[in-house]
């Protein structure tokens, strides 16, 4: 079974940082791809910034220059670098992972991973 473990929300002021970590339970390599959703109250989840196993990235327009994701592969974790937040940024986060399996059988089978999600809050 896969565990995905958030950790590094909290509350920061506008124009401060914060560095979110998803821990896996085991080797982060072994997903095509892993990213960080987030959701705000009466919003719709929506794609933070993902990245794929072969380290191509990308990220919401809302967030570009601003926020950075990567990947420490020994530690099976992945990070979201959060800088010059704004209070449009407050959402729960929520880490993701993927996996694509090829069939020469069938089609292809997708399944998601699901983190518990770190509480982000952007206020002064």
């Known amino acids: 079974q896969v565990q995905l473990v958030e950790s590094g929300g909290g509350l920061v002021q506008p124009g401060g940082s914060l560095r979110l970590s998803c821990a896996a339970s085991g080797s982060i390599l072994s997903f095509n791809a892993m990213g960080w959703y987030r959701q705000a109250p009466g919003k719709q989840r929506e794609l933070v910034a993902g990245?794929?196993?072969?380290?191509?990235?990308n990220y919401a327009d809302s967030v570009k220059c601003r926020f950075a994701i990567s990947r420490a592969n020994a530690k099976n974790t992945v990070y979201l670098q959060m800088n010059s937040l704004k209070p449009e940024d407050t959402a729960v986060y929520y880490c993701n992972a993927k996996q694509l399996f090829d069939s020469i059988l069938g089609p292809p089978e997708t399944r998601e991973h699901w983190g518990q999600g770190t509480q982000v809050t952007v206020s002064s």
């Open positions: 990245l794929t196993r072969g380290g191509s990235t």
